[in-house]
């Protein structure tokens, strides 16, 4: 099978990037032909045959004359159009494997896609996953960033929330794109190209099926786990601490979480990580600073922690960082929002079942519940036992299962 993985990104950059990258690797190394298509950077790691490539479009750059283009761009690319052309006619694929494409590739790659295999009837399956609400919110997180609150208003294609709430960066110029490149391809009907919908929870699902053009489109299916690249648990810290690693930001629940370790002066935090509130985590006496952090020292990290914290205010797709803590023998404290509860198994989902839960819930946002969560799983040294012993247990798809699953549902339907 010859599958084209397409992502505006052809460098480490992200989960979706990553997920790209695991996944064509499992079927290069399992007689499938792959090549990538995306936008050109210098430490692109993928590409095709053909070396075509979009140029790079580096929004938080220095100013260029390139840049007065880019609210055109963003929305259609004839350059995009054109170069993926190329490359379709070489590499003739039998699947066309999306993943984000907004702003740098545009939805101008359905199009060509959709024409290519009307032009040479070909049966070319277009599977999108869906790392994000990009086809459903213009900023991609169903979230006012003004206000700091989740938002619903622009499902059902009302798009014009975008601009009255400024919701692309707190700017008008940039919301009004974004509110354009909406409309522009909701009255196109671009998306109705898709034969397939990935979504990585069924939070993810049920909010993509509101929309009728992708009801009977999607799949839902957590990320993968890789069972053989699971250390074993590293010897425990003699002053075990409580651990988040991830980007310091609003959406992210840091402020929340800071709070929390405020009114728990006693209990040791170790954050790693970065972001706009890196500052603000250094402040905290009882907080050491880890800086980004990824391999074995990151793995160390975690698997010698009492606990990892996931405190996030937005609506989380399948957050790797949740399943790789439980992968490790960790458990995690979770905010009960978007897709984190499908990941942690709780006291009250085993009960009456051979299962040990892997973790606790909370109330996302509410400081004095996580504290107090926090402070009494802290304590109980049995509770946090059983939660050790509920993460030894596999529970998610690895690698091979999960490709075997996309074949089976997507690429070969």
């Known amino acids: 099978m010859k599958i084209l993985m397409i992502n505006k990104f052809l460098h480490p950059n992200g989960g979706s990037e990553t997920y790209m990258f695991e996944l064509g690797r499992f079927f290069a190394e399992n007689g499938h032909e792959v090549q990538y298509f995306g936008m050109e950077h210098e430490g692109r790691?993928?590409?095709?045959?053909?070396?075509?490539?979009?140029?790079?479009?580096?929004?938080?750059?220095?100013?260029?004359?390139?840049?007065?283009?880019?609210?055109?761009?963003?929305?259609y690319s004839k350059e995009a159009r054109q170069k993926l052309h190329r490359v379709l006619e070489d590499f003739k694929p039998d699947v066309c494997h999306i993943n984000n494409f907004n702003y740098q590739l545009t939805p101008s790659i359905l199009v060509e896609i959709e024409s290519w295999r009307k032009k040479n009837k070909k049966d070319v399956k277009i599977i999108f996953t869906a790392h994000d609400f990009q086809l459903l919110c213009p900023n991609h997180m169903l979230r006012d960033v003004n206000k700091n609150e989740n938002c619903n208003k622009c499902i059902g294609g009302n798009f014009s929330n975008c601009m009255k709430n400024k919701c692309i960066h707190g700017s008008m110029a940039k919301s009004v794109v974004g509110m354009l490149e909406a409309e522009f391809w909701k009255h196109k009907k671009a998306y109705e190209f898709i034969d397939s919908i990935v979504c990585p929870s069924e939070f993810m699902k049920k909010k993509m099926d509101t929309n009728p053009m992708f009801a009977d489109k999607t799949i839902a299916m957590h990320n993968f786990m890789d069972a053989d690249s699971i250390p074993e648990k590293f010897v425990s810290s003699d002053k075990p601490y409580v651990l988040y690693f991830g980007r310091f930001s609003k959406e992210k629940g840091i402020g929340t979480l800071l709070e929390a370790a405020r009114i728990l002066q006693d209990i040791p935090f170790v954050f790693a990580g970065s972001?706009?509130?890196?500052?603000?985590?250094?402040?905290?006496?009882?907080?050491?600073?880890?800086?980004?952090?990824?391999?074995?020292?990151?793995?160390?990290l975690i698997a010698e922690a009492a606990f990892s914290v996931y405190p996030s205010e937005w609506y989380e797709n399948c957050p790797f960082s949740v399943m790789e803590s439980q992968a490790y023998?960790?458990?995690?404290?979770?905010?009960?929002?978007?897709?984190?509860?499908?990941?942690?198994?709780?006291?009250?989902?085993?009960?009456?079942?051979?299962?040990?839960?892997?973790?606790?819930?909370?109330?996302?946002?509410?400081?004095?519940?996580?504290?107090?969560?926090?402070?009494?799983?802290?304590?109980?040294?049995?509770?946090?036992?059983?939660?050790?012993?509920?993460?030894?247990?596999?529970?998610?798809?690895?690698?091979k299962e999960y490709a075997d699953k996309l074949i089976k549902y997507c690429y070969s339907k």
């Open 329 to 399: 023998g960790t458990p995690v404290i979770g905010a009960d929002i978007g897709g984190i509860p499908e990941l942690i198994l709780t006291s009250k989902d085993v009960a009456g079942s051979l299962k040990k839960p892997t973790g606790v819930l909370f109330e996302s946002g509410n400081a004095k519940k996580l504290a107090n969560t926090i402070k009494n799983l802290y304590n109980d040294t049995k509770m946090l036992d059983e939660l050790r012993e509920g993460c030894k247990v596999k529970r998610f798809d690895t690698t």
């Open 275 to 300: 972001g706009p509130l890196e500052e603000e985590v250094k402040k905290l006496p009882n907080v050491t600073f880890k800086g980004f952090l990824s391999g074995e020292p990151l793995r160390k």
């Open 45 to 75: 790691i993928v590409g095709n045959r053909l070396n075509e490539y979009t140029s790079d479009m580096d929004f938080h750059g220095k100013n260029s004359l390139s840049k007065i283009t880019y609210p055109i761009k963003t929305i």
